[in-house]
């Protein structure tokens, strides 16, 4: 039997690696790096906002990438990475607008703002949580794979143009806050930097259990079948 | 080509005959625009100008809504769908067909409940009516274009009535959007000013971009979805 994901000696380097980055970055966001001036501690959940967000779209990417192969190629292998990326890409993205608006309600003094990065970010949340709908509503496992990748790859060409077309919107209704006017020390570009990578292997982490999880699950169905039709 | 319109013709023609989607989307519009009335207007005032477009949008995108459920359901109900994915036309043609059927059904709506909105709202618009045109054309065409799609898509699942709107809308987000916003500047701003003008024309460039993109993605994915 092929060893797919977790059970791999790779992996358990993997898990290991991204447990010590994990308390790098932490050690540097709460400890080494120093405090922002005006906003002072709250600013400090940005490095988590950031990573987050970038895992969120980087996972969104990887369901594009997949979906594209899953369908040239039918292999059910590149639809568990898919799904496995959105599912985790779901959670992720749920972190961000949990931490965005914290963080926006101590620096711009209200929770919300339609601001274009949030907005698309909002939207990356409900096209997700689509693909994964389509996953649940769809009957049987050719369909579910071939129909959540379709969406999949549409609904990620719409990001960007949510992205544009909000930026646009902004723009005729000018906005009272900037986020990118924001300098950032050395010492923060630093941790920022680490705080990305380690949620970036945290991901790759995950994925590899998931996709794993979800290939066993494939097996125990065929095997259950093959039950069913030897007792049938 | 023909074969499009053999399509268009075939649901035209049920349509005639039983007159249920045109009659309950037209009806539909009609009960929201009236539903709008009572939310946001008092007797004797008129709508705040800024409202307009909002109403006219959402009133568009829950008339479609309905039509699209029923693009392929009815051909899923009558056991019709495989026959016609089996028909000697490609897939992109069924699909091109369908939504050309859907497009005439939105525009209809459109083209009555459009002159009875201004009755009812009291309306006066700063640009010309023609300018309302492309806007509509380029909103309904993709509505439609993405909405057939998608619908195309939820098919095959069950309760699909259920899963295509929280599946559309927030695809079609950039394009309503796109739509308010040149709605908005045709009815309110004033058309003597360059910087109105030029928004205008690039909020009507992101729909027409939109309308591309998801009629060039839709026609190269259709053959995955329309399947036996």
Request: net charge positive; aromatic share 16%; glycine share 6%.
């Amino acid at each position: 039997m092929e060893k797919e994901g977790a059970k791999s000696k790779t992996f358990g380097i993997l898990g290991a690696l991204t447990f010590l980055m994990m308390l790098v970055n932490l050690y540097l966001i709460f400890i080494w790096v120093p405090e922002e001036k005006i906003l002072g501690l709250v600013q400090k959940i940005f490095y988590f906002h950031v990573g987050t967000a970038w895992v969120a779209f980087f996972a969104f990417f990887v369901v594009f990438i997949y979906s594209i192969l899953y369908l040239k190629t039918k292999d059910s292998k590149w639809d568990r990475i898919a799904s496995a990326s959105a599912e985790i890409g779901t959670v992720f993205t749920t972190i961000v607008l949990i931490t965005g608006p914290i963080w926006a309600k101590s620096s711009w003094n209200t929770w919300w703002t339609w601001e274009p990065r949030l907005t698309t970010s909002l939207i990356l949340w409900f096209i997700y949580l689509a693909y994964i709908l389509v996953r649940g509503f769809a009957t049987e496992y050719q369909k579910k794979a071939q129909l959540s990748a379709v969406f999949g790859i549409i609904g990620f060409i719409d990001v960007p143009i949510v992205f544009f077309s909000v930026r646009w919107w902004s723009i005729s209704h000018p906005t009272l806050f900037s986020g990118s006017g924001m300098n950032l020390d050395p010492e923060m570009l630093f941790t920022l930097l680490v705080s990305v990578a380690s949620f970036t292997l945290l991901y790759f982490y995950f994925l590899g259990k998931l996709v794993s999880i979800f290939h066993v699950r494939a097996e125990l169905a065929e095997i259950k079948r093959r039950l069913k039709e030897h007792l049938g | 080509m023909r074969k499009i319109f053999w399509i268009i013709w075939k649901d035209l023609a049920i349509e005639l005959r039983s007159r249920e989607v045109t009659g309950a989307m037209v009806l539909f519009a009609l009960m929201v625009l009236v539903i709008f009335a009572f939310s946001f207007l008092r007797p004797g005032e008129k709508l705040p100008p800024e409202m307009i477009p909002g109403v006219i949008w959402v009133t568009v995108a829950f008339a479609g809504m309905l039509g699209l459920n029923h693009a392929f359901l009815p051909e899923k109900q009558n056991d019709t769908l495989t026959g016609l994915i089996l028909a000697p036309v490609s897939k992109s043609a069924i699909y091109l067909g369908k939504v050309g059927t859907h497009f005439l059904f939105l525009l209809l709506v459109e083209i009555i409940a459009l002159p009875l909105f201004f009755i009812f709202f009291n309306i006066q618009m700063q640009g010309s009516v023609l300018y309302l045109v492309p806007v509509l054309f380029f909103g309904t065409a993709g509505f439609s274009g993405l909405g057939v799609f998608l619908s195309a898509l939820s098919v095959h699942t069950k309760s699909n009535e259920l899963l295509l709107p929280v599946i559309l809308f927030p695809l079609l987000i950039p394009l309503l959007l796109g739509g308010v916003k040149a709605t908005g500047i045709v009815f309110n701003a004033s058309w003597a000013d360059p910087v109105w003008v030029g928004a205008y024309w690039s909020w009507l460039r992101l729909m027409a971009v939109f309308d591309i993109i998801f009629f060039t993605l839709s026609l190269v994915l259709i053959d995955y979805v329309l399947e036996v």
